[in-house]
């Protein structure tokens, strides 16, 4: 994968296939003292302990119609690159949290990428979830919720396509205002 955010689309969609009601993703980033996280937390059924201890082997999946998983085994590998790691807790019927870190300076970490136009996929493919995005840099930190922003809005729905625009703008904005280190906005 070329962008972080697209590992995030990965493990978001197996929160989805997971029947998560509430995916939170989180990014935290600091120049200064040289650190990247991405969090990852759900609400879904969890992973299996027998499937926990093997999920980043890029050849076990519970996927029936491919025979590898890359999300978590390439994301593993990134973070490892830049000499920081991955760690994933998960509890049947409660949910599970992977948790990324990299050295942020790093050569070989890659850029965030479109993190406002993979939300704006997630939240348009899948009314029914709560997607909560926070980004923590020096400059401050931005929160978004999709369920807040129904609430506000007063719609049901976020899919209209102009409104899908105009909140891939309004991310981007404020995360161009915190200076989100590898960001791609289209």
């Not at 990852?40 to 999946?61: A, H």
């Not at 409660?94 to 996929?121: E, S, W």
């Not at 609430?151 to 049901?156: C, K, N, T």
């Amino acid at each position: 994968m070329k962008s972080l955010s697209l590992n995030i689309l990965d493990i978001a969609q197996n929160s989805i296939r997971a029947l998560a009601t509430e995916i939170y993703i989180e990014i935290s980033e600091s120049v200064k003292y040289d650190f990247y996280r991405i969090s990852i937390t759900d609400n879904g059924s969890g992973i299996p302990s027998e499937i926990l201890e093997k999920v980043t082997d890029p050849f076990i999946t519970t996927r029936t119609k491919r025979r590898m998983g890359l999300g978590l085994p390439l994301l593993k590998y990134h973070a490892e690159l830049t000499g920081g790691r991955l760690e994933i807790i998960s509890e049947q019927k409660k949910g599970t949290k992977i948790t990324a870190t990299f050295a942020n300076l790093h050569l070989d970490r890659q850029p965030l990428g479109d993190i406002a136009g993979v939300l704006m996929i997630l939240i348009a493919a899948n009314q029914g979830i709560d997607f909560r995005y926070k980004h923590l840099t020096d400059k401050g930190e931005y929160y978004f919720s999709a369920a807040e922003t129904k609430q506000y809005l007063g719609v049901e729905s976020l899919y209209e396509q102009d409104l899908l625009k105009d909140l891939a703008n309004m991310i981007n904005e404020n995360l161009k205002e915190l200076e989100v280190s590898g960001l791609e906005i289209k």
